[in-house]
């Protein structure tokens, strides 16, 4: 907040004004944002060319005008509303796609990998629970559950520790044969374009799409996180805590990084 006040004052407005018209010409933009956030966190601070990660292009629109108004300032992390973001962090000087395995976590994770991913970037069980609500908005596409609905032990089953009618009525809405590119609801019931807390009461249901989604059920102290954060203004308040952390993670400040000129490349 406020590092930009007197080299760059109208920076917060020039993001707030592209990120809101965009977000109202496109419904699905926040979930693409979001993960592109949590992405850009956990691996270095770089955003990362991967196939099914989008929202570059708003981070592109926001650079360039924010170089048109105070170039050299402003390097592209930063972001806002929901809880108080610090500004003033550099861009990385390398951007390595080898750096992606071992940093995200897969889909099929359980919860000690996830805990101890969580822990080696400094975030707790409760962080853990509380960002996994973000899969309250957006979708995910069909090859990522494949096996979890179809083959889960090579016996043509699926993963026991989902619910049987909602794998049935995701099956329907994959296809089979499943087309990869088919994308479902991470949360079905109520829309998946509405943040609240609807999540946590799906995973309490057996019905949240991933393995990383279920394992938050099979340890006590975690489980009692989700019904907890059924609550609405509770997630909401404990979200934009752990938001607020993972922004902070590895953060370059001082003569560390650069503040690129485009965002998706090093300086040259
Ligand atoms: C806990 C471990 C996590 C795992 C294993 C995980 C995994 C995934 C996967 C596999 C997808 C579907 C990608 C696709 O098919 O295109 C997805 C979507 C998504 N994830 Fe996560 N994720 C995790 C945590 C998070 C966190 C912490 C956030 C944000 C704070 C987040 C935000 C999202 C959003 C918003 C989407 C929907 C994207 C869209 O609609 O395009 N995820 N996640």
Known sequence: MKFYHKSCPSVETIVRDITWSKVAASSILPAKLLRLHFHD?????????NRSLSGYDVIDDIKAKIEEECPGVVSYQF????????????????????????????????????????????????????????????????????RRLYNFTGKGDADPSLDPDYANKLRGECGSPLNP???????????????????????????????????LLTNPQSAQMVEMLQHGRLFFVRFAQSM??????????????EIRKHCRLVNA
């Open 41 to 49: 966190c956990f691996v270095r601070k770089e955003a990362l060319p």
């Open 79 to 146: 972001q806002r509303p929901m809880w108080q973001v610090l500004t003033g962090r550099k861009d990385g000087r390398v951007s390595l796609a080898s750096d992606i395995p071992g940093n995200l976590p897969p889909p099929t994770a359980d919860l000690t990998s996830l805990q101890q991913l969580f822990a080696s970037k400094g975030l707790d069980v409760m962080d853990l629970v509380a960002l996994s609500g973000a899969h309250t908005i957006g979708v995910s596409h069909c090859s990522v559950i494949a």
């Open 181 to 215: 590119s088919t994308t479902v609801d991470m949360d079905p019931d109520q829309s998946s374009l509405s943040f609240d807390s609807h999540y946590f009461k799906i995973v309490s249901q057996n019905k949240g799409l991933f393995q990383s989604d279920a394992t």
């Open 244 to 257: 607020k952390k993972m922004g902070g993670i590895g953060v370059l400040t001082g003569d560390e990084g």
